[in-house]
């Protein structure tokens, strides 16, 4: 398979990113596994400590700047003056220029739907409304067919070890940015992190994910700018209308030759007769589908 074509991809090899732990399979039998490994990572704005989240960590300073943009701590406009890792004590500091001071909005939270239980703070509305996507944007069904197929045959901590999520930054038919960790909203980020330290325009992205189209995967794409969300898994039904009240176009359920669209469906194009794809294989998967997780 030609992984050419992304710029940033997952690293099972990466000794920091899995253990290996014995135990017994079914069968009683003495076995070893790969497991993902997990580490608290607590994220400060200039002088304040914001939030405490688990990750596994591979990519600290695009969380970090994509978790402040999509809880509107950040500004698009927001000069960074400096972003600080300091791997022994778990910790990343975000510098701006303007001077920032969150204490009414942390003490406004709101769980997410998310894994690992995702947070967001203040009005998570607050700039959903004003956001308007790009009503030009095509999405070929052929370019749906070669992305499953693409992302997952790409070696990933999802095959190596599961137990974790992934978002992928496409164009077109070609995957760009893919991203992995223990909580679905923690890839997000990292993608919106990614695109904004890179200056990448989102107006003619398509965002993949492996997890259910909720609200949450929802407010972050179409805050992020990109107008098309495909996922493997299912959709919620607040997911769909916030989808739809966006002109999001939403698509789910895409394995093998099936998905289905239940927003923004104008932007279709039927270019690919079903019957030619092939039904998804085994090796697509690890043990049972990505909806379970």
Same mark, same amino acid.
């Given at each position: 398979m030609?992984?050419?074509?992304?710029?940033?991809r997952?690293?099972?090899?990466?000794?920091?990113?899995?253990?290996?732990?014995?135990?017994l399979?079914?069968?009683g039998r003495?076995v070893?596994?790969s497991?993902?490994?997990?580490?608290?990572?607590?994220?400060?704005l &200039?002088g304040?400590?914001?939030?405490?989240?688990?990750?596994i960590?591979?990519?600290?300073d695009?969380l970090?700047? =994509?978790?402040? #943009?999509?809880? &509107?701590?950040?500004?698009?406009d927001?000069?960074?003056?400096?972003?600080?890792?300091d791997e022994e004590?778990?910790?990343?500091?975000?510098?701006?220029?303007?001077a920032?001071?969150?204490?009414?909005k942390?003490?406004?939270?709101?769980?997410?739907?998310?894994?690992?239980? =995702?947070?967001?703070?203040g009005d998570v509305?607050?700039?959903f409304?004003?956001v308007?996507?790009?009503p030009?944007?095509?999405?070929?069904?052929?370019?749906?067919?070669?992305?499953s197929?693409?992302?997952? #045959?790409?070696?990933?901590?999802?095959?190596?070890?599961?137990?974790?999520?992934?978002?992928?930054?496409?164009?077109?038919?070609?995957?760009l940015?893919?991203?992995e960790d223990v909580?679905r909203h923690?890839?997000?980020?990292?993608?919106?992190?990614y695109?904004? #330290?890179?200056?990448?325009?989102a107006?003619?992205?398509i965002f993949?994910?492996t997890?259910?189209?909720?609200?949450e995967?929802?407010?972050k794409t179409?805050q992020?700018?990109?107008?098309i969300?495909?996922?493997?898994?299912g959709?919620?039904?607040?997911?769909v209308e916030l989808?739809?009240?966006?002109? #999001?176009?939403?698509?789910?359920r895409?394995?093998?030759k099936r998905?289905?669209a239940?927003a923004?469906t104008?932007?279709?194009d039927?270019?690919?007769?079903p019957?030619?794809?092939?039904?998804? =294989?085994?090796?697509?998967?690890?043990k049972?589908?990505?909806d379970?997780?």
């Amino acid at each position: 398979m030609d992984l050419s074509e992304f710029t940033i991809r997952p690293d099972p090899a990466n000794p920091k990113l899995t253990e290996r732990v014995s135990g017994l399979d079914q069968d009683g039998r003495p076995v070893e596994a790969s497991v993902t490994v997990e580490r608290p990572l607590t994220l400060y704005l &200039n002088g304040q400590e914001i939030v405490t989240m688990m990750t596994i960590a591979d990519y600290p300073d695009y969380l970090a700047v =994509g978790y402040l #943009l999509n809880q &509107n701590m950040l500004k698009r406009d927001d000069r960074i003056t400096g972003i600080d890792y300091d791997e022994e004590i778990d910790t990343v500091v975000v510098r701006t220029e303007r001077a920032t001071n969150y204490e009414q909005k942390l003490k406004k939270k709101t769980l997410t739907s998310g894994c690992a239980q =995702g947070t967001a703070f203040g009005d998570v509305m607050e700039t959903f409304e004003s956001v308007r996507l790009n009503p030009d944007a095509r999405l070929k069904t052929s370019w749906i067919y070669a992305l499953s197929k693409k992302i997952n #045959l790409t070696p990933s901590l999802y095959l190596e070890a599961g137990a974790i999520h992934g978002c992928v930054l496409c164009q077109d038919d070609r995957p760009l940015v893919y991203m992995e960790d223990v909580g679905r909203h923690n890839a997000v980020d990292k993608v919106a992190g990614y695109m904004h #330290l890179h200056g990448v325009p989102a107006h003619d992205k398509i965002f993949y994910t492996t997890g259910r189209l909720t609200s949450e995967m929802v407010i972050k794409t179409v805050q992020m700018g990109i107008p098309i969300l495909i996922s493997r898994s299912g959709f919620t039904a607040w997911g769909v209308e916030l989808g739809r009240q966006a002109n #999001l176009t939403m698509v789910g359920r895409a394995k093998g030759k099936r998905f289905l669209a239940l927003a923004g469906t104008d932007r279709l194009d039927f270019d690919a007769d079903p019957a030619a794809v092939g039904d998804e =294989g085994g090796r697509h998967q690890r043990k049972g589908s990505r909806d379970d997780d």
